[in-house]
């Protein structure tokens, strides 16, 4: 009886601890840090292959091969910040920080285009990784929201930001605004000053991705009308402040880097109905 006895408490023992393996094995499976890990899995999945491919010739000379003895060298780093990404005052496109990611590659890498989309693809899963920051900080329903980023992580609209090395640009442009988007809503529910500097510095590092960083600013405010948040006039006039202290800064980097004034006439003088090469 004895014998039989201990027989069943082993096979109790036994069950019990695969139950809570279950248990625990289904937690992790609904973790978050499951459904991130699977959103990468998913990301090098699909642009894995990019791994292999080599520079095109769109863009990729003016910004990388052409100047990569330039980028390489560290102490040319201020020097990206006076000047437009394709290093002419007469150019437009002020894009320090994309240059900046560039430098960095070359840096390190040389000429090799493979750590070029690898980091293109580290940069693109942090990218759905900031969406999904910021927006559970507006209380998405958490199953939609994971949809929502795993459909961003594979949709074929976002072949370009990955597969196409300059292209980063929109890359950055969507990490650095989704986080300052989502420690804004983390100033308007705490107050706290290091969520208002931690918006300020990612909104800054925007500005300095690309210039249509600019127009989306009124998400601010769609952010503290349309989502109930506990706001003050004082919230308000702060943030304000320093997002108009940032552009001013912004836009006089600019005005001293590039020939800024002359969008217009840029626009004007392109022939539209030319299809010869350039």
Do not use: Q
Not at 119 to 128: M, P, S
């Amino acid at each position: 009886g004895r014998r039989k006895n201990n027989w069943r408490d082993h096979i109790i023992r036994s069950l019990l601890l695969r139950g809570r393996n279950f248990y625990s094995i289904k937690k992790f499976l609904y973790s978050n840090i499951f459904f991130l890990f699977f959103l990468a899995l998913s990301v090098f999945a699909v642009y894995g292959k990019s791994l292999s491919f080599k520079f095109v010739d769109y863009d990729n000379p003016e910004l990388i091969t052409n100047k990569i003895a330039f980028i390489s060298d560290f102490r040319n780093i201020p020097k990206f910040f006076v000047s437009s990404c394709f290093g002419s005052k007469e150019d437009v496109y002020y894009r320090p920080v994309l240059t900046l990611s560039f430098a960095l590659n070359a840096i390190f890498a040389g000429e090799n285009p493979f750590f070029y989309y690898l980091t293109n693809i580290f940069l693109f899963i942090g990218a759905v990784y900031s969406i999904y920051f910021f927006l559970s900080k507006l209380k998405f329903n958490e199953t939609i929201l994971k949809f929502i980023c795993l459909i961003i992580a594979v949709h074929p609209v976002c072949v370009s930001s990955v597969a196409w090395v300059p292209a980063r640009n929109d890359t950055l442009l969507t990490i650095f605004l989704s986080l300052s988007f989502g420690f804004f809503t983390e100033y308007l529910e705490k107050g706290k000053i290091k969520y208002l500097t931690a918006h300020c510095l990612f909104f800054t590092a925007a500005l300095f991705t690309k210039e249509t960083a600019v127009i989306l600013l009124p998400v601010y405010f769609f952010i503290v009308y349309f989502f109930d948040f506990k706001i003050t006039k004082k919230k308000i006039l702060t943030a304000a402040s320093f997002l108009f202290l940032i552009l001013i800064f912004y836009f006089f980097m600019r005005y001293i880097s590039v020939n800024a004034i002359n969008v217009s006439g840029h626009i004007k003088d392109y022939n539209f109905y030319d299809t010869g090469n350039k």
